[in-house]
């Protein structure tokens, strides 16, 4: 039986923030945060980022953490939050996408097999409103970039206008909607998380920063 609660699909960053602020304001009662975890390394798929950090952001922000556990290589995400999804019965998902569609796509799918609603919050969202908003809100940290686009200054530091001008210059997606880069939300409205730093790494096509829960 459906519970009459919510989930969002977490990543920890400012459009995953927006979008649960967003969905909030609309009435749904969000309760559980899922966010895909690469099982071995127990780090974030997308930015890196440890899942003890993310849980600590988590139960700040008052949610029930669910990891999504699975690997890149197998491509079993989709299969294991199925059965996440079919065992906590949720009414309705939240999620943070703005442009992806195959992505959206992907979510409907495999909501509508188990007659979950699909919220889009921020789908097509005015790139400078959206900003704008965020801004407002919150804080975001970059926590990652992808090496080709943003040069190294802008990793581990707040999301703000140097770096906006920079995207915008090189007609690169302001929202990072393409992978420019990733945030993470340390400080916002409904919370303020103390982390240290470590040291950064590569991954693929991007260098992040490691963080960890003081």
Partial sequence: MASGLSFILWSGGKDSYLSYRKAISRGL????????????????????????????QVKRLGLE?????????????????????????????????????????????????????????????????????????SKPFVVCRRVRKLPTKFLGVYLGAELLEFLHSRGYSKSGENGEYQTFVMECKDFKLDLSFGKRFRRSYYECIDMEVK
Avoid: T
């Fill in 29 to 56: 009662v969000v309760k559980y945060a899922l966010s895909y975890v690469e099982e071995r390394s127990r780090r974030l798929i997308g930015c890196y980022l440890r899942e003890s950090v993310i849980r600590e």
């Fill in 65 to 137: 953490f669910i990891p999504v556990y699975g690997s890149k290589r197998k491509g079993d995400f989709g299969k294991k939050l199925l059965e996440i999804l079919s065992r906590i019965s949720p009414v309705s998902g939240v999620f943070g996408d703005i442009y992806q569609l195959e992505h959206r796509m992907f979510i409907e799918r495999i909501c509508s097999e188990l007659g979950i609603r699909a919220v889009f919050p921020l789908w097509y969202m005015d790139e400078e409103l959206l900003l704008r908003e965020v801004l407002e809100l």
